[in-house]
Structures are given as C-alpha cells and as structure tokens.
C-alpha cells in the first residue's frame, strides 16, 4: 500500500473511531458532521471523500460492529474445538446475548441502526454478517445428528437470528440490561434445544 494510501486509509479510520464515540454517546441525531470531523482530527472534505453523508459513515460504523461481533461469536465457538455443535450454538448465543449489554453496540444496532438505515436495510446488514454464522451452526449440528433434519434449515436460520434480535432489543432497551440478559438467555436456549432430535 503506497503512503497516500495508509494516510487514506487512516482517516477514514479516524472517521469511523470519532462517529462511532459520539453515536454511542448520545445518538445519531444528535451528533453532527462537524463535531466527528472534529474528534477525528479531520477535514469535512476528506469526510466527504470517504462518505457520502452522515447515514453512510453510520452505515460504516454498524458494519465495522458487526463485522467484530461476528469475528468475536466465531472465535468463542471455534474454541470448542468442533466436538459438540449444540455447545458451539450456545455458546454463541449467550456470546450475542452479552454483546447487546455493552453501550456502543446496544445503542448502534440495535437501537440507532433500524431507524437510520431503515428496517430493510439493517435487516440485509444484519443477516449478511449473523446468517452464515447461524447456518453454519445449525449444520454442524444436523450433521453430528444432534438437531432434526425435518425443517428446512435456511428458514430455521432466519426464525433463529429473529429470535436473537427480539432478545437483544429487550436487553438494549431495558432499564437494567443485564438482568434483561438474564432473562432472554434461558429462553433463547429453550429454543435452540427444542431443535434437538
């Protein structure tokens, strides 16, 4: 990567650090271009550079979310090893379920990310970083036997990661997330081990 290249890249990482603070802090609406190029140490024409609007640096900093969420989910369940799918999935579950008692995400994607970017397009987000890892899950577990094999396993997956979203809103928006947490995880897993054969 040439040195214009690094510095470009740079600030727009920037961007996204100083958008990602100040959402989190106090919301998308009410944070504005100039103070995130401010907190970036930035220019408003190398922001508009990087990003269209306001709305496509948010977009960049739920993806970056997700994109590390999921990252964090595979690595939890890959450190089992493989040798029991249904305690990969769990595990992945009460990793998810933690997640949205974290300010930065729960007010970001959960909260911020549906109104600004819209349901369709949250949604898309959502299931292009969460579905694999879900479909992923769930065929591992069908093919140690341990899961029915008499639901088609895309819409299993979708039914599930809704599941999962359902749970992590009550926990973004109750007044004491992880007690909220404490409630959805025993009932997300009711769900899962009912899929067991």
């Not at 990087?50 to 997700?66: C, G, I, T």
């Not at 089992?80 to 994607?109: F, K, N, Q, W």
Request: with cysteine.
């Amino acid at each position: 990567m040439s040195r214009q290249a690094e510095k470009s890249e740079a600030t727009r990482a920037h961007l996204i650090a100083a958008a990602r603070a100040l959402f989190a802090e106090r919301g998308y609406a009410a944070v504005g271009t100039p103070e995130i190029v401010e907190r970036a140490g930035s220019s408003r024409g190398a922001m508009y550079h990087h990003f269209k609007d306001k709305k496509d640096l948010f977009r960049a900093v739920y993806e970056q979310l997700q994109q590390e969420l999921i990252e964090e989910i595979s690595a939890e369940m890959d450190g089992l090893g493989g040798a029991d799918p249904m305690a990969a999935l769990e595990t992945g579950v009460r990793s998810y379920l933690r997640s949205c008692v974290e300010a930065d995400r729960a007010r970001i994607g959960l909260i911020e990310a549906p109104s600004v970017l819209g349901w369709a397009e949250w949604r898309e987000i959502d299931e292009r970083y969460a579905l694999g890892v879900v479909i992923a899950g769930l065929e591992l577990g069908r093919a140690a036997g341990m899961l029915r094999d008499d639901v088609p396993l895309r819409a299993l997956a979708h039914v599930v990661l809704a599941g999962l979203g359902e749970a992590g809103l009550l926990i973004a928006g109750a007044d004491d997330p992880e007690s909220a947490r404490a409630d959805a995880e025993p009932a997300v897993l009711a769900l899962l081990h009912g899929l067991r054969r």
